[in-house]
């Protein structure tokens, strides 16, 4: 946690705080070692996240695609 | 909460963009051409619903007009059919029409107030678990 502080140039109350979120959604675990604690990166924990994004991107973009077509066809039409 | 935004330019000014995003006539003939069955409710008014149903394929998407700004910006709640009764909160949709030459740039913000990773998490758990109950 002390080296992850220095290099994101943050305070260690902040570094803490930030992690207890990230502890909390289940995106890091910390492990205690005697004086220092460790912090991993869970993986697939993001996975829920950047499927949604994913399948909402994907189904705005065929809907967008249609609309597009549909205002082209309808224009040309006038 | 979770954003995507994308956005595309159509060739129509924006009052008739608008018009084809909220009548339920003109949504017909663009929403899901491919589901025939598909209905069509639209009431794009401060408080009004709409609802696109298409029983055949069992899917399904209605909500609640929070800002109707015509022929500029629509903010709507969304929710897929059948996730009512799991008490998530709905999603929420922001479209813009802005003027761009003579067609106009489409623009949609899909927000999702559910705290997304909370469910990778709950896998990440339900997996643990697993493995916990196979060991004897």
Redesign the interface.
């Known amino acids: 946690m002390t080296e992850l502080a220095a290099e994101l140039e943050l305070s260690l109350p902040a570094i803490d705080k930030h992690l207890r979120r990230l502890e909390r ?3 890091v675990v910390k492990t205690k070692n005697g004086r220092t604690t460790r912090v991993s990166l ?1 993986p ?6 950047a499927i ?2 994913m399948r ?2 994907l189904m ?2 065929n ?10 066809d ?2 040309e039409g006038r | 909460m ?1 954003t ?1 935004t ?1 956005s ?5 000014p924006p009052e ?2 608008y018009q ?2 909220v009548d339920p006539d003109r949504l017909a ?3 899901w ?1 491919h589901l025939p069955d598909t209905t069509y409710e639209c009431d794009a008014r401060p408080g009004g619903t709409y609802r696109i149903d298409s029983p055949t394929a069992g899917i399904g998407v209605e909500g609640t007009f929070r800002e109707v700004e015509p022929p500029r910006r629509l903010l709507y709640t969304w929710l897929w059919s059948g996730e009512g009764e799991e008490d998530v909160p709905d999603d929420l949709v922001e479209v813009t029409f802005q003027p761009d030459g003579t067609g106009t740039l ?1 623009t ?1 913000r ?1 927000t ?1 107030v559910e ?11 339900g997996e643990v678990m697993d493995r916990l109950a196979a060991i004897e």
Do not use: N, Y
């Not at chain 1, 697939?44 to 996240?49: D, I, K, R, V, Y």
């Not at chain 1, 809907?63 to 082209?72: I, K, Q, V």
């Not at chain 2, 595309?8 to 129509?12: E, K, L, N």
């Open positions: 959604a289940g995106i869970q697939g924990s993001l996975m829920a996240l949604w994004a909402t991107r705005w973009s809907t967008l695609d249609r609309f597009a077509a549909h205002l082209d309808t224009e | 979770t995507i994308i595309r330019s159509v060739h129509a008739r963009a084809a995003w003939a663009w929403w051409p489409v949609v899909h999702s705290d997304i990773t909370k469910g990778g998490a709950q896998q990440g758990w």
